[in-house]
């Protein structure tokens, strides 16, 4: 059965330091999601990816975190100056969508990403 | 801001007797709703869902169902089941194809034999 795959499984980076988060979605959907949990608290939505832009953000989402499908199958979230309230799981989906209300989310792994 | 709550923060339900989960949402611009189960250290794994136009959805032993006047659905698990002890998670998203979705804090179903 196809599923999210994300790498690495967990990071551990110093405060300041860029990270690139990486996920390969499955195959023939076409939105693509991060999400963020914050230890104890609830799943965050970050971002959606539609047709090589983004479709919609929440205000996490701010100028320090970016996006990119840099080739057919990877989707990336970068964080360029990583803080310690950065530390959280990060969860790529994707979803088959095609702008149906009817779209299920598929969620991988997760990358525990550690800031200290 | 609360949009999708869960009040049970656990729920403890004897092997072979029916789980009953909970969640109340506020957003009345809320199209379609999901359970996801998560694990420790793993990603939220999809359940069944459920669109607003629809009352009642069923998949094996998980049936969720939506009462959009009250804005509350639950999902039953029937019958329960040891490996079903995990965290369940209602999520519910709008009518936009890139939607993103929002959660409540889940319930941490707990099955005892």
């Known amino acids: 059965e196809p599923e999210v795959t994300q790498t690495p499984s967990h990071q551990v980076t110093q405060m300041g330091q860029e990270v690139i988060l990486r996920c390969v979605p499955i195959?023939?959907?076409?939105?693509f999601y991060w999400y963020r949990q914050i230890l104890g608290q609830k799943v965050e939505f970050l971002v959606s990816?539609?047709?090589?832009?983004?479709?919609?953000k929440s205000e996490i989402f701010d100028d320090q975190f970016s996006v990119e499908r840099p080739d057919g199958s990877n989707f990336t979230l970068k964080i360029r100056s990583t803080k310690l309230e950065d530390s959280a799981m990060y969860f790529c989906?994707?979803?088959?969508?095609?702008?149906?209300?009817?779209?299920?989310?598929?969620f991988g792994p997760g990358t525990r990403l550690t800031v200290l | 801001d609360q949009q999708v709550k869960q009040n049970s923060p656990s729920l403890s339900v004897q092997e072979g007797r029916i789980s009953i989960l909970n969640c109340d949402y506020t957003?009345?611009?809320?199209?379609?709703f999901l359970w996801y189960k998560k694990y420790p250290a793993e990603g939220p794994t999809f359940l069944i869902s459920?669109?607003?136009?629809?009352d009642k959805n069923e998949d094996g032993r998980f049936t969720v169902f939506l009462n959009k006047s009250a804005k509350h659905l639950s999902l039953h698990i029937v019958p329960s089941q040891p490996g079903d002890s995990a965290v369940y998670f209602c999520?519910?998203?709008?009518?936009?194809?890139?939607?993103?979705?929002?959660f409540g804090k889940g319930t941490h179903l707990i099955i005892q034999p």
């Open positions: 989906a994707s979803s088959n969508a095609a702008g149906l209300l009817e779209d299920t989310q598929y």
């Open positions: 195959s023939n959907h076409l939105y």
């Open positions: 990816f539609y047709n090589n832009e983004i479709s919609e």
């Open positions: 957003n009345s611009m809320f199209d379609y």
């Open positions: 459920i669109s607003s136009i629809k």
């Open positions: 999520a519910a998203k709008g009518s936009g194809g890139a939607d993103g979705l929002t």
